[in-house]
């Protein structure tokens, strides 16, 4: 059983918590309007709003696989999982990490959150962030060099996409830097367990007296990042992942009201090959 020792420094709650209250309010009333608006260009007959199980099944399926990203794409398809699935993995330990740290203040002290904010648990949580936040950190990167260095002539920067991979970037390098500079205050063999996160401890040996204000100085440009991005999203293609792939499940059922073609059923009538010249 291991012991992980606690590292504190000074964090603006009350500021960070009332810009996250703004800015999820913001996102919600926005989100809310958006989809107000696509909806009113989708039929929905009485048999299609019986059957959002289904609907769910196939927004699902989109988000999820990038069904039809892999068709024209599988190289893109790659891209995308990496920056998708480490980007959902990291929020998820964030909440995940928030609330166990907050049955400890209040008082619920109970063996889960031992176990993993103190002991052996500690370890996947690092793997956990570790893992993840390179498999986002290589997605930005790839798309950043396809975008500047390999653009294909179909391809154009528009200034939300720049905009959007920067803000990635930034939240994935500085939570590394983070997360090395607390790394500088606990003992060798508890940091080789950030295998990413090491490599961003500084060199040196300094106290955590000398450290602190950089501690809080990075958790404040960290945290209010994700805070902004709670504002872009409405704004950004990460809503347009997020409600596309709902449209087409919901004109998909429509479809199939019209006995239509639709997937995975399509497979079955694809065009033959043409002869080559």
């Given at each position: 059983?291991?012991?992980?020792?606690?590292?504190?420094?000074?964090?603006?709650?009350l500021?960070?918590?009332?810009?996250?209250?703004?800015?999820?309010?913001?996102?919600?009333?926005?989100?809310?309007?958006?989809?107000?608006?696509?909806?009113?260009?989708?039929?929905?007959?009485?048999?299609?709003?019986?059957?959002?199980?289904?609907?769910?099944?196939?927004w699902?399926?989109?988000?999820?696989?990038?069904?039809?990203?892999?068709?024209?794409?599988?190289?893109?398809?790659?891209?995308?999982?990496?920056?998708?699935?480490?980007?959902?993995?990291?929020?998820?330990?964030?909440?995940?990490?928030?609330?166990?740290?907050?049955?400890?203040?209040?008082?619920?002290?109970?063996?889960?959150?031992?176990?993993?904010?103190?002991?052996?648990?500690s370890?996947?949580?690092?793997?956990?962030?570790?893992?993840?936040?390179?498999?986002?950190?290589?997605?930005?990167?790839?798309?950043?060099?396809?975008?500047?260095?390999?653009?294909?002539?179909?391809?154009?920067?528009?200034?939300?996409?720049?905009?959007?991979?920067?803000?990635?970037?930034?939240?994935?390098?500085?939570?590394?830097m983070?997360?090395?500079?607390?790394?500088?205050?606990?003992?060798a063999?508890?940091?080789?367990?950030?295998?990413?996160?090491?490599?961003?401890?500084?060199?040196?040996?300094?106290?955590?007296?000398?450290?602190?204000?950089?501690l809080?100085?990075?958790?404040?440009?960290?945290s209010f990042?994700?805070?902004?991005?709670?504002?872009?999203?409405?704004?950004?293609?990460?809503?347009?992942?997020?409600?596309?792939p709902?449209?087409?499940?919901?004109?998909a059922?429509?479809?199939?009201?019209r006995?239509?073609?639709?997937?995975?059923?399509?497979?079955?009538?694809?065009?033959?090959?043409?002869?080559?010249?």
């Amino acid at each position: 059983m291991i012991d992980i020792p606690v590292v504190n420094y000074p964090k603006p709650w009350l500021l960070f918590w009332a810009a996250v209250l703004l800015a999820h309010g913001y996102m919600d009333y926005t989100l809310y309007r958006k989809w107000n608006s696509w909806n009113r260009g989708i039929k929905q007959s009485a048999a299609i709003r019986g059957r959002w199980g289904r609907a769910l099944k196939i927004w699902a399926a989109e988000v999820f696989l990038q069904r039809q990203l892999f068709g024209l794409s599988s190289f893109r398809w790659l891209i995308h999982l990496l920056i998708f699935f480490g980007f959902l993995a990291l929020a998820f330990l964030s909440l995940s990490t928030f609330f166990l740290k907050l049955s400890h203040y209040l008082g619920v002290d109970s063996s889960v959150t031992r176990y993993f904010l103190h002991g052996n648990g500690s370890i996947f949580i690092k793997v956990w962030g570790d893992g993840f936040g390179l498999a986002l950190l290589l997605g930005l990167v790839i798309a950043g060099v396809r975008r500047f260095l390999f653009r294909t002539a179909q391809q154009i920067n528009e200034q939300a996409d720049v905009f959007l991979l920067f803000f990635l970037f930034w939240l994935t390098l500085s939570g590394f830097m983070l997360e090395g500079l607390r790394l500088a205050l606990v003992p060798a063999e508890l940091a080789r367990y950030s295998f990413i996160g090491r490599f961003f401890i500084p060199p040196g040996t300094f106290s955590p007296e000398e450290l602190k204000p950089w501690l809080t100085l990075l958790w404040v440009l960290h945290s209010f990042t994700g805070v902004g991005i709670l504002v872009y999203l409405p704004h950004s293609k990460l809503l347009h992942s997020i409600l596309s792939p709902l449209v087409i499940a919901m004109n998909a059922l429509e479809e199939q009201e019209r006995e239509d073609l639709y997937w995975p059923e399509i497979a079955k009538h694809r065009a033959t090959k043409l002869p080559r010249d």
